[in-house]
């Protein structure tokens, strides 16, 4: 996308930061984004732009998939939204500091702030999925769950985020062999 939505750049430019108390030793400094995973209060104009933003681009640059996948707690919502948009199912990626025993498959993720379990269900081998995520920061989530989805035998299609801050999204292009898609870059 050549271009950044104004919502979109707007509400960059509007986030705060926060410190986040990882450990006693490690405090990492986080953008509040109300499009991220710890946004509140989102007006409907941004919703609505970044949904029809996002269906766009999935629309024009990743055309064969089965379905969404999206990982709680930020690209669940967004993976929803773009998957009603363009009549495709969604798969969310539930997140948990514990274990259940009702999952297919959970996996530890460790974040630069934090860490908890990704839970995967409902995949079936030969599946082709797209990723829809809110924010690629390092990679890492992103990372965690193509390594699954390829252990399982899901194929990743592409990532289509909103946004990617620095350019870890195109070293992650170039390790997972498929298209890092975002709305905007910081």
């Given at each position: ?167 870890h999204y195109l070293k992650l292009e170039q390790d997972l062999g498929v298209p890092v898609h975002c709305l905007g870059h910081v």
């Amino acid at each position: 996308m050549s271009q950044m939505p104004a919502r979109l750049s707007h509400s960059i430019h509007a986030a705060k930061t926060v410190q986040i108390q990882k450990d006693s030793a490690t405090v990492y400094p986080f953008k509040l984004y109300a499009f991220g995973e710890r946004g509140t209060y989102l007006e409907p104009e941004l919703m609505l732009e970044l949904t029809d933003h996002l269906a766009a681009g999935i629309e024009a640059d990743f055309p064969a998939f089965d379905y969404i996948v999206s990982p709680e707690p930020g690209g669940h919502t967004w993976g929803m939204l773009a998957a009603c948009k363009l009549h495709k199912p969604v798969n969310i990626l539930r997140l948990s500091t514990e274990l259940y025993e009702d999952f297919q498959i959970c996996i530890r993720r460790e974040t630069a702030y934090n860490e908890n379990f990704i839970c995967f269900d409902g995949f079936k081998e030969g599946d082709r999925v797209l990723l829809v995520d809110d924010v690629i920061s390092s990679g890492a989530t992103i990372r965690c769950i193509a390594a699954q989805l390829k252990l399982m035998g899901v194929t990743l299609v592409g990532v289509q985020a909103i946004l990617a801050k620095g350019a870890h999204y195109l070293k992650l292009e170039q390790d997972l062999g498929v298209p890092v898609h975002c709305l905007g870059h910081v």
